[in-house]
Structure formats: structure tokens, C-alpha cells
């Protein structure tokens, strides 16, 4: 693949599954550049169509039935140009009511893009990092799997995370385990729910540290009750932490009013708040 992919950000998405469409042919990459008012999908939306399987979506309706026929054309023979742009006015043209305009790019991809692909697609995934290979920690690695997050996964013990993690999750192990705090993307959304109250609050510490003088942690939440909380705020001002930083931390985790602590729940209730934070 040559320049022509270069700033490319693909939103989401089945990317695995469109790898492995691609390794029985060809295919026609479709993403949407840009909408002008009321449109279906957003910027970075994509969809891959070969010869036989559509994988993904740029929104359905005529819109996505007409870039499918224009994409398996191109396969055909009919144009190879890169980075070719279309325009589908949804009103007049496709008599979608959205009403709006969607510009879309294509191009044509194989299996040998396949690092590009997928380097296209983590650079628009936001960054989070999650403290914890329990019961909760596992939910919320599998409700992330399909959101736009690039997840980073931490424990402090050993032979605590599953085998077969999808290519978007690092499994990292740290000992001690706040020590991973420094080395986070910047802007990442941190989640602490480790196995012990004195990990939790290490690793608060920690963030409250890199809050004090970096400032770029987008969110920090601590799984817990109000009561947890009230306690570590306790030993977190004896070491030096003021209530403007401490403010930054939000305890209990998850979307208030959602009942349930099911870790299926919690992770659902995480996943929402963290698309909050986009």
C-alpha cells in the first residue's frame, strides 16, 4: 500500500474479520471522509466489500447499497485510482431523509496491507488503561472488544490474563504494579480495580502524581463505594494530595443510577462512561 493511505483512520470496526475476508482476495476499502449535515456515520466509519462479504458499515440504506456496487465495480476492473473520493448527496440523490451529504474514499486493499490496515485503524482508538485481571477487570476488557479503545491491561501477579486477547489489548504485567503509571499513553482513561485496597491506592497515588505534574490523564476511576473512598482520600491528603487534584479521581465507577453488581453490569456501566469521556 503506498501513500495513498497515509492519514487514514478507520473508526471501529471489524478489523479482523475484514483481514480475514481479505485473505480469500482483493477487496475495496470504503470510509467515510467527512459528512456535511445530517448523515448516518461519522468521520472514520468504514466498511470493507469483497468479491463475496461486506465487512462493517458506513450506515446502511442506499447509501451503503450504492458505495457497495460502485466498490465490487472497482474489483471488477472498473478503476483502481487511489484514494478515489465520491460524493452522495442523501436527499436528492438517494432518497435517504438524513438529508445530508456523505464523502467517502476508497481503495483498493489485500491481504499484504494488512499491517497498514491495522495501523490505521489503532490510530484512532482511544488509549485506556485497566488495573486489574479480576472478575470485573475481564467483563471490561470483553465490553471494550468492539468500542474504539486501545486497551492496556495490568497486574501485578503472574498467569492472570486470558490466552487468546484480541490484537487491540496489551497484557502487561508490573511489579510493583503502580510503577506502570508513568509509562501510560498520554490522555489515557485509567481504571483501578486491582486485587488489594493497597494496590488501589498505589496506583491512585501514582496517577495523582502524574496529574500534579503532567496532567494528562483524560479520566481516573476506582472501582469501590463512597466509603472506600472516603478512606483513601484520608491517606492520600497525608501524602501530600490536595482536594483540587483529589477531585479528579471519580469513586464509585460507572454511570449513576445503573443498578447491579453483576460484573457484567459494572463493565457496561464503565464502557458508557468512558464513550462519555470521547
Known amino acids: 500500500m503506498n501513500d495513498g493511505m497515509d492519514g487514514w483512520q478507520l473508526r471501529g470496526g471489524d478489523l479482523d474479520g475484514a483481514l480475514a475476508a481479505l485473505a480469500d482476495g482483493p477487496g ?35 447509501l451503503e447499497w450504492q458505495a457497495i456496487q460502485h466498490a465490487r465495480a472497482r474489483l471488477d476492473g472498473g478503476g483502481d485510482a487511489p484514494g478515489e473520493r465520491l460524493r452522495y448527496p ?16 476508497l481503495r483498493r486493499v489485500t491481504a499484504a496491507d494488512a499491517a497498514t490496515l491495522r495501523q490505521s485503524w489503532t490510530a484512532a482508538r482511544l ?16 465490553a471494550l472488544r468492539p468500542l474504539p479503545f486501545a486497551l492496556t491491561w495490568i497486574d501485578s501477579r503472574d498467569g492472570v490474563f486470558p490466552q487468546d486477547l484480541p490484537p487491540a489489548v496489551v497484557a502487561e504485567h508490573s511489579d510493583p504494579v503502580e510503577r506502570a503509571v508513568h509509562g501510560l499513553a498520554p490522555h489515557s482513561r485509567v481504571l483501578i480495580m486491582s486485587f488489594s485496597h493497597a494496590e488501589d ?7 495523582l502524581q ?38 479528579r479521581i ?20 464503565v464502557a458508557a462512561q468512558l464513550l462519555m469521556t470521547r
Open 210 to 247: 502524574r496529574l500534579r505534574t503532567r496532567d494528562d490523564l483524560a479520566f481516573v476511576g476506582l472501582i469501590g463505594s463512597r466509603t472506600k473512598w472516603a478512606a483513601f482520600q484520608n491517606r492520600l491528603r497525608a501524602r501530600g494530595h490536595d482536594d483540587a487534584v483529589l477531585s
Open 90 to 105: 442523501l436527499g436528492p440523490r438517494l432518497g435517504q431523509c438524513c438529508g445530508g451529504v456523505v464523502h467517502v474514499r
Open 28 to 62: 475495496t476499502l470504503v470510509v467515510v471522509e467527512r459528512g456535511e449535515g445530517s448523515v448516518p456515520r461519522e468521520a472514520g466509519a468504514w466498511m470493507l466489500v469483497t468479491a463475496g462479504d461486506v465487512v462493517g458499515t458506513i450506515g446502511g440504506g442506499q
Open 250 to 269: 471519580t469513586c464509585p465507577i460507572g454511570i449513576p443510577g445503573l443498578m447491579g453488581k453483576e460484573p457484567e453490569v459494572i463493565a457496561a456501566s
Open 127 to 142: 488509549p485506556v488503561a485497566l488495573f486489574g485481571g479480576g472478575h470485573v477487570g475481564r467483563a471490561i476488557e470483553r
Open 201 to 207: 491506592l498505589a496506583i491512585v497515588d501514582a496517577c
